[in-house]
């Protein structure tokens, strides 16, 4: 019903409008207090926990035509998900202005994101007669931190750590004039009244302030010192990324012997960059992208050894930016940390963590709320896939219907949680491996913030079904009921909510290290018939031992001397492997093949271990996924041929037999074919499985999961070999497709489970626990 015309109101007409989606943070409020300034009309806009918040009147036409405009008018990064309009009572309003929000109840907007520096905010910078002249700190509507300052919701100065530092005359008139980019920019800043930088040096008495700071700290980069910065999200490692000595240096301090190293550069240092790789490269959210190391000039090898990508990212704020400019060359940005420890973000924890083994430290005094690491993301087959999601990409909504409020914990290695608080569903930033009770300890108080920042009460807890990943035990130590689910339906379900395809039944192909399997084995190479609240295993892998356990994830050669005993015979193996194994170091090894001692597996990461061993002769791995991206690096994309993979039914479903695979490499080994031409006819082996396994059920959508598809070369070998039918494909995107993105799998099935069971029973509570 219309609102009573009241006298004086004839022919005007009052509307209220919220906006909900990505509204906040990024100069919804001036756009539209601009456009209905610009129409006569008068009213107000808030930040509400739901969303932005519109109250216009005036002439009948006018808001008519507001409401018309406005969705133009707004900042393009604005992404309106709703408009809910009603007509209301007039206010009787003298002018338009924007009120401070007020909160209250579980958040149903999203959480703004924090944002690369601006070309605009950067030219003031570099400007001499710019009173922001080499300001590290300077931001607008357009750009700065969001998340990582956020206290609470919705989004404004008094809620963030910025409340800390009132603005002095000059700001605080741009922040009021609706004729400023920086009107009710909540993190602007000048160096009267926004944060400050000092340094502090080893063997250095002094404090240095401000350019100073900065100045001393590109000194130190040019001598090949390393050198620790707070960042937007945490502190940061960086030195030359072209002097050797300080990368090595650098690896020692973080025990990281060979993990590639990112590297911040600007467009001079790049060359031949793909389209769709400059793209990503340029993203607001300004991510990590791995791009071929052809495209960057003069970075020493040791930054990313072995392998053939590298990745790389633009300056996030202006103190990347004037390091940048001031040193001229690449430089590696690595995360603050030591081995065990979780990232660095407070001052005093930044000196005793990073303080001995760094020349320098540049602190400021702007508090980082919520720390976050960087993003990082690869482009494969046409599409942006993340990598691991953090500054600018999360929190990452997810496109789930409104359900009751969820907590899903995500495994053990690259982990993120998922929350749904009643009103909208999200993925966390990543935390890490849970590895050390320092992680853990991190992992549980951002747990709690998450929960706080989004207004969310869980009465489920979703967690993986392995019995000692320490998510698991804390969720059922939290006296809510818990959801255990399998490992690789999350990893599907994950990847069909990418397709929003939660309504179909699909063939998900899962590929990866390790998950608890309900037989009682590790999976690892699975194809599951499989919707959003059940799955049946219907193919797999065909098993083999780990001699060793968890020795033989770090020697892959153990895996190696397994696969080669059970096709080619134990003395065949001995002898493929002689050269790179002592007989000393695998006669223990043998007595446990030959006994059987050991947990069987069907681990298609493990079997790219065993194979990069073979081809690679590597011995150890330093880290998760490390011979397979060496593996993809050697591929030789014009090599003929591939090995074979037999397909053959048993009572357990298809399984990928890899004895003809083995048996047909061996051969090659002993003709020292190329290592290229090998590892390219095992790829296109694994990819051929895929597609004939595929074949069985034409009738169903693939899902492809798990860590093995970051593997790019697999992927679009996989994506060319379905290309040609009518099978859709659902490749990997914006959610992870490694355990980061576990738990928006978890979440989606413990949602969908509820669903159903109160469709049948008809009950509020959540019988699907």
């Not at 022919?11 to 909900?20: D, F, H, I, N, V």
């Not at 959610?735 to 993105?741: A, E």
């Amino acid at each position: 019903m219309n609102a009573p015309v009241l006298p004086g109101t004839a022919q005007r007409e009052a509307a209220r409008l919220l906006l909900r989606g990505h509204v906040q943070g990024i100069g919804v409020r001036p756009a539209v207090a601009r456009l209905a300034t610009l129409l006569n009309l008068v009213g107000r806009v808030a930040n509400q926990t739901g969303g932005v918040e519109i109250h216009v009147e005036g002439a009948a036409d006018d808001v008519a035509a507001f409401q018309q405009r406005l969705p133009e008018m707004l900042p393009a990064a604005a992404i309106v998900e709703q408009i809910v309009s009603s007509t209301v009572p007039h206010l009787h309003a003298a002018e338009f202005h924007i009120d401070v929000g007020t909160g209250g109840g579980a958040v149903s907007t999203h959480v703004p994101r924090d944002l690369v520096a601006c070309d605009r905010c950067l030219r003031e910078v570099s400007a001499t007669n710019d009173r922001r002249h080499r300001y590290p700190f300077t931001s607008c509507t357009d750009c700065g931190p969001r998340y990582s300052v956020i206290e609470f919701l919705p989004y404004e100065r008094a809620g963030a750590s910025m409340r800390a530092l009132p603005l002095r005359e000059e700001c605080a008139r741009e922040f009021e004039s609706s004729a400023d980019r920086r009107f009710h920019a909540q993190t602007t800043a000048c160096p009267r009244c926004g944060p400050s930088l000092w340094s502090a040096a080893i063997g250095s008495p002094e404090n240095l302030h401000g350019a100073a700071a900065i100045d001393s700290a590109v000194a130190r980069v040019l001598d090949g010192g390393i050198v620790a910065i707070k960042g937007i999200g945490g502190y940061q490692l960086i030195c030359d990324a072209t002097c050797r000595k300080a990368v090595r240096r650098l690896r020692t301090m973080k025990q990281r012997p060979s993990k590639p190293l990112a590297v911040m550069l600007g467009a001079r240092h790049l060359k031949s960059l793909s389209e769709s790789d400059r793209a990503a490269f340029g993203c607001s959210s300004n991510p990590i992208v791995i791009v071929p190391s052809a495209c960057i000039t003069a970075v020493d090898m040791n930054v990313s050894p072995g392998l053939n990508t590298i990745g790389i990212m633009q300056p996030s704020s202006p103190l990347h930016w004037a390091l940048l400019q001031q040193t001229r060359r690449p430089l590696v940005i690595t995360s603050g940390n030591t081995e065990g420890r979780p990232l660095a973000f407070e001052n005093a924890a930044a000196e005793e963590d990073l303080g001995p083994h760094a020349e320098m430290l540049l602190h400021h005094n702007r508090r980082v709320v919520r720390p976050v690491d960087d993003s990082v993301v690869r482009v494969i087959a046409g599409r942006t896939v993340t990598i691991r999601c953090g500054r600018g990409i999360a929190p990452l909504p997810l496109a789930l219907p409104d359900a009751g409020p969820m907590l899903a914990v995500g495994g053990h290695q690259k982990v993120a949680v998922a929350l749904c608080n009643g009103q909208q569903s999200i993925l966390g930033p990543h935390f890490g491996d849970l590895d050390s009770l320092p992680l853990r300890e991190r992992f549980v108080e951002q747990t709690r913030q998450l929960l706080e920042l989004y207004a969310a009460e869980p009465e489920l807890i979703v967690h993986d079904m392995h019995p000692d990943y320490f998510t698991t035990h804390w969720a059922q130590e939290q006296n809510l009921p818990t959801l255990g689910v399998q490992h690789h339906h999350a990893h599907v379900v994950a990847g069909m909510l990418e397709h929003n395809w939660l309504d179909r039944s699909v063939l998900g192909v899962a590929f990866d290290g390790t998950g608890w399997g309900p037989d009682g084995t590790i999976w690892g190479g699975e194809f599951l018939l499989a919707t959003a609240t059940r799955f049946q295993r219907v193919g797999s892998l065909l098993p083999f031992l780990l001699p060793g356990g968890e020795q033989a994830i770090r020697q892959p050669w153990r895996v190696a001397l397994a696969l080669l005993s059970e096709s080619c015979g134990l003395e065949v193996a001995v002898q493929t492997l002689r050269q790179r194994v002592t007989p000393q170091q695998m006669q223990p090894v043998l007595q446990l093949i030959r006994r059987g001692i050991g947990p069987r597996t069907s681990s298609m990461g493990r079997m790219f271990d065993a194979i990069s061993a073979m081809i690679l002769g590597i011995r150890e791995s330093s880290h998760e996924g490390e011979l397979a991206t060496r593996l993809e690096a050697v591929c030789d994309s014009t090599a003929v041929g591939e090995y074979s993979l037999r397909i053959r039914p048993t009572p357990a479903g298809l399984q990928l037999d890899w004895r003809p695979l083995l048996t047909e490499l061996r051969v090659d080994l002993s003709k020292t074919v190329p290592a290229g031409v090998m590892a390219m006819r095992f790829h296109r082996a694994i990819a051929a499985g895929v597609a004939e396994v595929a074949g069985r059920y034409p009738e169903l959508t693939v899902v492809l999961s798990g860590g093995c598809f970051q593997n790019r070369t697999l992927t679009e070998l996989v994506a060319e070999r379905l290309s040609g039918r009518s099978q859709p494909i659902g490749l990997p995107g914006v959610i992870p497709p490694n355990d980061g993105g576990l738990a928006a799998g978890q979440l989606a099935i413990a949602q969908a489970r509820c669903r159903q069971s109160l469709r049948v029973s008809d009950s509020m509570v959540p019988s699907c626990v």
